[in-house]
């Protein structure tokens, strides 16, 4: 499977890898591998492509991270989370996708960045299953 690919746009890394924290705690999302830095003119002509307008904000940090849900359900994800960043969804296929994944092995790693341990979502889950096998059992 092709994974689809994060743009995250904010005033600072702290804020980016805050983001994609995130996504991954609350909205259910596995980081592949290590979120890139890309360089701003790159990250503004992805938004452009993907979106059909010029960013009408400058940001100083530009983050990239492969994730592993189709793009409609990490789309359908973000819009339940609100992120502290500008986050665009890149979908396996267009013109943006494989000009980074072409130029990934280029770009910096973010460090710092560590994925949570525990997400609300998988925590979600398991106390719904919980609450249905007590819930059977009392019968």
Do not use: C
């Amino acid at each position: 499977m092709r994974n689809t690919i994060v743009l995250v746009r904010a005033d600072s890394f702290h804020k980016a890898s805050t983001a994609l924290s995130d996504l991954v705690r609350y909205g259910g999302m596995e980081i592949r591998g290590d979120p890139r830095i890309i360089p701003p003119s790159l990250s503004e002509w992805a938004f452009e492509s993907i979106s059909g307008e010029r960013p009408k904000k400058k940001f100083r940090a530009h983050v990239v991270a492969q994730v592993d849900l189709p793009p409609k359900k990490a789309i359908g994800r973000l819009m339940d989370i609100h992120p502290p960043a500008h986050v665009l969804v890149i979908p396996p296929g267009t013109e943006a996708w494989e000009e980074l994944l072409r130029r990934w092995r280029t770009f910096e790693k973010l460090r710092g960045f560590h994925p949570p341990k525990r997400t609300k979502v998988g925590e979600l889950g398991k106390k719904r299953e919980r609450g249905r096998r007590e819930g059977s059992e009392k019968f």
